[in-house]
Nanobody, 119 residues
Framework: QVQLVESGGGLVRAGGSLRLSCAISGRTGVVNDIGWYRQAAGKQRELVATISSTDKLNYAEWVKGRFTVSRDNAKNTVDLQMNSLKPEDTAVYYC?????????????WGRGTQVTVSS
């Protein structure tokens, strides 16, 4: 069973930076997308950034130029470097992986890490 464990969240002032990391363990098999989503209080979970199986990067429009998603296959991690953080970036950030399982795509989520940006 695949497990995703996030780390690196915390409290930062507006304009600051944080780096989130997701450790991937277990047998992933064929992976489609991997990356990050977030959910702010009272809002739906939304895409932040993902990497496809062909290494295509996909960013939400509002993060371009501020966040960078990367994958280290040797370490089995996927990271999210977040710069120029804004108070509206405050949310729980979730690591995400989509794997092929029994002929269908299966979504796997981490438990999330809180990011709080103060003004």
């Amino acid at each position: 069973q695949v497990q995703l464990v996030e780390s690196g969240g915390g409290l930062v002032r507006a304009g600051g930076s944080l780096r989130l990391s997701c450790a991937i363990s277990g047998r992933t098999g064929v992976v489609n997308d991997i990356g990050w989503y977030r959910q702010a209080a009272g809002k739906q979970r939304e895409l932040v950034a993902t990497i496809s199986s062909t290494d295509k990067l996909n960013y939400a429009e509002w993060v371009k130029g501020r966040f960078t998603v990367s994958r280290d296959n040797a370490k089995n991690t996927v990271d999210l470097q977040m710069n120029s953080l804004k108070p509206e970036d405050t949310a729980v950030y979730y690591c995400y992986l989509q794997q092929a399982l029994s002929g269908r795509w299966n979504d796997v989520w981490g438990r999330g890490t809180q990011v709080t940006v103060s003004s």
